[in-house]
């Protein structure tokens, strides 16, 4: 059974390029959430999504942008890079549709895209 | 808002019992998560708590306090694949699902 899986694993851009970031979640989920770490620091939630629609937001701005697909898997798109997107970007996938929904949710994470904005 | 304070570094020695203290502010607690994360990696699920207690779980046990606001992570036995940083997670009812986590605590574990 495959984890959550993300790509590209690096990735290197400028200051005002856009990126966009993959994600597939674990078999069986149906929600993907997105979080930015800095170095040093914790992750912080970028939005989530559950049923092709953004659910929950976090306090990033609207160059952060973000997708899901039918089949559940994701992406995060970012425009306008500045130096301080520098990050690890990491998507973690649970289950939390109305049919086998565990009882905290656990969310598991995909071992994240390294990006670096020059 | 929300405000989760750990500390930032801790070391101990191989062998030792090592406890990683958490407090937390939110207006709607739903829960709380430790995760562990190794250098360069995905953090890794350890515990959960969402009723005051202790949870145990083989060499690690979280305990939650939800009137102080306060959880710890306790780590048993400790070995040298234990050094890593240990994140705390909170779940706050009007953000959903979604997890707001500390900055971490990284520790160091030696011979």
């Known amino acids: 059974d495959a984890g959550v899986t993300q790509s590209p694993t690096h990735l290197i851009k400028t200051r005002g390029q856009q990126v966009t970031l993959r994600c597939s979640p674990k078999s069986g989920h149906d929600t993907v959430s997105w979080y930015q770490q800095a170095l040093g620091q914790g992750p912080q939630f970028i939005f989530q999504?559950?049923?092709?629609?953004?659910?929950q937001r976090g306090n990033f701005p609207d160059r952060f942008s973000g997708h899901q697909f039918p089949n559940y898997s994701s992406e995060l798109n970012v425009n306008a890079l500045l130096l301080g997107d520098s990050a690890l970007y990491l998507c973690a996938s649970s289950l939390e549709g109305l049919a086998g929904r565990s009882s905290y949710n656990e969310q598991f994470f995909g071992p994240g895209t390294r990006l670096t904005v020059l | 808002g929300q405000n989760i304070d750990q500390p930032t570094e801790m070391t101990a020695t191989e062998g030792a019992i090592v406890q990683i203290n958490c407090t937390y502010q939110?207006?709607?607690?739903?829960?709380l998560f430790w995760y562990q994360q190794h250098a360069g990696e995905a953090p890794t699920f350890l515990s959960y708590n969402v009723l005051d207690g202790l949870e145990e779980k083989g060499r690690f046990s979280s305990f939650l306090s939800r009137s102080k606001g306060y959880s710890y992570l306790l780590l048993k036995e400790l070995q040298m694949k234990d050094s890593a940083s240990y994140l705390c997670a909170v779940r706050d009812n009007q953000a959903g699902t979604a997890l707001i986590f500390g900055k971490g605590t990284t520790l160091s574990v030696s011979s």
């Open positions: 939110t207006s709607g607690f739903n829960g």
């Open positions: 999504y559950y049923e092709e629609e953004e659910r």
